[in-house]
């Protein structure tokens, strides 16, 4: 499901930096790999969106724990907005751009959560719904959205298991805490809201390292965070490194453009038919 096609250029790469299963890891990899032949012509977003995301998640934390004070909710709400939700949402469209989709759907998953969500609540407090002042919240609804959100967070935690284990905590704490916060929607789950508060906080945590790690590597070229590949990985990390912009150099990437011509060309011959066999192409 993760697996790019493999070409001429690619094997170029491999040989000209020598790289092998256990050497090759980031370059967008830690969060999903492009397979784009031109991804490395474009800075990583990643580590923007996974910064923002541990942010927002970090404010929310504060929020749904009871740390902070009522009167910076309408700050929290439009914190969370920007962060959380607008700024994955650009991230998604980049990663649309350099063809690496699981990247891509889960920032605008997780986007769209906050920006409806943030956005409701700024809506309700500021009493843009009148008709909800004498009803109250729609406990129904929000709870049913945040279980929606954590089974779509399980769905991610098996996709993980093709590349590290970083990615799994990561989705296995906001599983976790979307699923508290839902059930906390009830009248009596303030224990269990403070419960999806502390996940919220490993939420935080695994977002920043996942972040720094590939920010580290791009500043340094080396591994210095680790992300715990999975060993049945290798491929991925294999196809993460020849794509990565910080292991490529000027030939390099022409190794990869005569690559991908060269199998272009090769699969335009074979898709031509041919005149009665006689070798003369019908173009």
């Given at each position: 499901m993760f697996r790019g096609r493999k070409g001429n250029g690619d094997q170029a790469v491999m040989e000209m930096h020598g790289a092998a299963p256990d050497q090759a890891i980031y370059g967008g990899s830690a969060f999903g790999h492009s397979?784009?032949?031109?991804?490395?012509l474009f800075a990583d977003p990643a580590p923007i969106g996974l910064f923002m995301f541990g942010l927002a998640s970090a404010v929310s934390a504060g929020y749904n724990c009871g740390w902070t004070p009522a009167s910076i909710d309408y700050v929290i709400f439009t914190f969370c907005f920007i962060s959380g939700g607008l700024i994955p949402l650009v991230v998604s469209?980049?990663?649309?751009i350099r063809n690496n989709m699981f990247a891509a759907v889960t920032f605008a998953t997780y986007g769209s959560f906050f920006l409806s969500y943030t956005f409701f609540?700024?809506?309700?407090?500021?009493g843009q719904f009148p008709a909800l002042v004498e009803t109250g919240l729609p406990v129904e609804g929000l709870q049913f959205a945040l279980l929606m959100y954590a089974f779509l967070s399980v769905i991610f935690i098996g996709l993980s298991f093709r590349m590290n284990f970083a990615l799994t905590a990561l989705f296995t704490c906001i599983a976790l805490a979307y699923f508290c916060l839902g059930i906390g929607q009830t009248r009596d789950g303030v224990r269990?809201?403070?419960?999806?508060g502390y996940f919220s906080i490993g939420v935080c945590i695994t977002t920043w390292w996942l972040a720094l790690a590939e920010l580290v590597f791009d500043v340094t070229g080396?591994?210095?965070?680790?992300v715990f590949w999975y060993p049945w990985g290798n491929e991925q990390k294999m196809t993460a490194a020849m794509s990565s912009r910080r292991s490529l150099n000027p030939h390099v990437h022409q190794a990869i453009m005569n690559g991908s011509k060269k199998n272009l060309a090769v699969d335009n011959q074979a898709a031509m038919p041919t005149n009665g066999g006689n070798g003369n192409t019908i173009v």
């Open positions: 397979v784009s032949p031109t991804a490395h469209l980049l990663e649309i609540g700024l809506m309700y407090a500021t269990v809201t403070k419960a999806g080396k591994p210095y965070v680790p």
